[in-house]
């Protein structure tokens, strides 16, 4: 019976420890959401999510360590035979003698007979081999002939010496050639999580920054376009206009400051094909003097670039 509940233990707590770990992987992602969405109210949404998932997957991991202390105090307990089968017919615990010949003092040896060797008779044969263009010649002695033990005497042929063509294959090989994907420098610099897309934009795709500005209207258009701003200020809005976008196409925006990435993320694109949209950049501290710059990226292409002043 231990037995037969020992591979369904072991099952479950394996799949419990790789539940826990999912949870807690999504927890983790779910959690970066809220540090870096684009929106309040999912960013809180991303948050509690996150939350709730953290502490399940902390439950589930702490149920996985008790069941495996529960496993291992078992086979301690009942012992390792039980929850490993063997085979019944196997041998444990028996030592096998070898056995030792012993040597009679008294014994004799018989005589056995030895056989006379067989009377064999060879022809001397020979075989002219055809040469090929672009080898080496090496040349080769080649005989074949054997006396005859019978009385008679028998003539040998003469020898002949052959050029044996000795063929060399050259293999050329290409140089093989590693294939590298460009990988922007603002996702090194910025330690961005690679996002994923099988999505490919179209040739004609558009994606353009128009205006930057501190506040948005109802008609969520720019309400005071300008390219100065104050230092110090938190947030920043970029008004974009797209055209022929497929969902799925995985983008980026990226904000500059004298020349050096300071904020970032990867999107996947979901507004449809054709408009108008916004979002923004934020910094609780403030922004601080210097010459900043806003990206757009389709994979790993830059699409559009907006300047700007702050200070």
């Known amino acids: 019976m231990a037995r037969l509940l020992s591979i369904p233990l072991i099952q479950i707590v394996g799949i419990l420890f790789l539940v826990s770990l999912v949870l807690f ?4 992602q779910q959690l970066r959401r809220a540090r870096r969405g684009p929106y309040w109210r999912a960013r809180r949404v991303a948050g509690d999510r996150g939350g709730r998932l953290l502490i399940i997957s902390v439950l589930l991991f702490g149920l996985t360590v008790a069941s495996a ?3 291992v105090i078992a086979i301690a307990t009942l012992g390792s035979s039980t929850f490993i089968p063997r085979d019944p017919n196997a041998l444990a615990g028996v030592v096998l003698p070898s056995e030792t010949p012993t040597i009679d003092p008294n014994a004799t040896i018989a005589p056995t007979a030895t056989e006379a060797p067989p009377t064999v008779t060879i022809e001397a044969t ?4 055809e040469q090929e263009a672009f080898v080496t010649n090496t040349p080769i ?3 074949i002939a054997t006396a005859s033990t019978e009385a008679e005497p028998s003539t040998l042929p003469a020898l002949e010496i052959f050029a044996v063509p000795t063929v060399i294959p050259v293999v050329i090989r290409p140089p093989a050639t590693a294939t590298v994907s460009p990988t922007p420098d603002f996702a090194v610099l910025l330690n961005l999580t690679p996002l994923p897309s099988s999505r490919q934009p179209r040739e004609d795709a558009s994606l353009q920054l128009v205006a930057a500005d501190l ?3 109802a008609q969520q258009s720019p309400v005071q376009a300008r390219t100065h701003f104050d230092a110090g200020i938190t947030r920043l809005y970029l008004f974009i206009s797209y ?3 497929d969902d799925g196409v995985r983008w980026s925006r990226v904000l500059y400051r004298d020349g050096m990435p300071i904020q970032g ?3 996947l694109w979901s507004l449809g094909s ?3 949209s916004f979002f923004f950049f934020g910094d609780n501290e403030g922004y601080s003097a210097g010459n900043y710059e806003a990206r757009l990226y389709l994979n790993e292409q830059e699409i559009s670039r907006i300047g700007f002043t702050i200070g």
Do not use: D, I
Request: net charge negative.
């Open 69 to 71: 202390v529960a496993v």
């Open 215 to 217: 506040e948005v209207s």
């Open 126 to 129: 020979s075989t002219p081999l």
């Open 243 to 245: 055209r022929n976008m």
């Open 25 to 28: 992987l999504v927890s983790l």
């Open 141 to 143: 002695t080649e005989e």
């Open 274 to 276: 054709e408009g108008s």
């Open 265 to 267: 993320s990867h999107y």
